[in-house]
Nanobody, 123 residues
Framework: QLQLVESGGGLVQPGGSLRLSCAAS????????IGWFRQAPGKEREGVSC????????YYADSVKGRFTISRDNAKNTVYLQMNSLKPEDTAVYYC????????????????WGQGTQVTVSS
């Protein structure tokens, strides 16, 4: 199983920004589709964004379009999620996941998951 490690979460005020990182360990991210998902307390895990293996295609949930940007740096073996204009409803544990594709904001489409990083948006 592929190993993924998320980082960059924390506490931020509404309207603030965070950048999450998803680093691969023991394998090369180049060949994999990477998705970001989140799970708020008492809710199901939901897809946030996805990026194709070469970075040419990106997808976003409607709730984050225009505020979040996914990108990848294959040289650093890392995928990023830049989150701007954060809202309290963005509070959740954020997970990255990898699979061979295609890109889809569907939990079942991904076989390898990181442990998650907490994002809390609160004043």
């Amino acid at each position: 199983q592929l190993q993924l490690v998320e980082s960059g979460g924390g506490l931020v005020q509404p309207g603030g920004s965070l950048r999450l990182s998803c680093a691969a360990s023991g394998f090369t991210l180049n060949y994999y589709v990477i998705g970001w998902f989140r799970q708020a307390p008492g809710k199901e895990r939901e897809g946030v964004s996805c990026i194709s293996s070469r970075g040419g295609s990106t997808y976003y949930a409607d709730s984050v379009k225009g505020r979040f940007t996914i990108s990848r740096d294959n040289a650093k073996n890392t995928v990023y999620l830049q989150m701007n204009s954060l809202k309290p409803e963005d509070t959740a544990v954020y997970y990255c996941a990898a699979d061979e594709g295609p890109c889809a904001l569907v939990v079942g489409a991904f076989g390898s998951w990181g442990q998650g990083t907490q994002v809390t948006v609160s004043s």
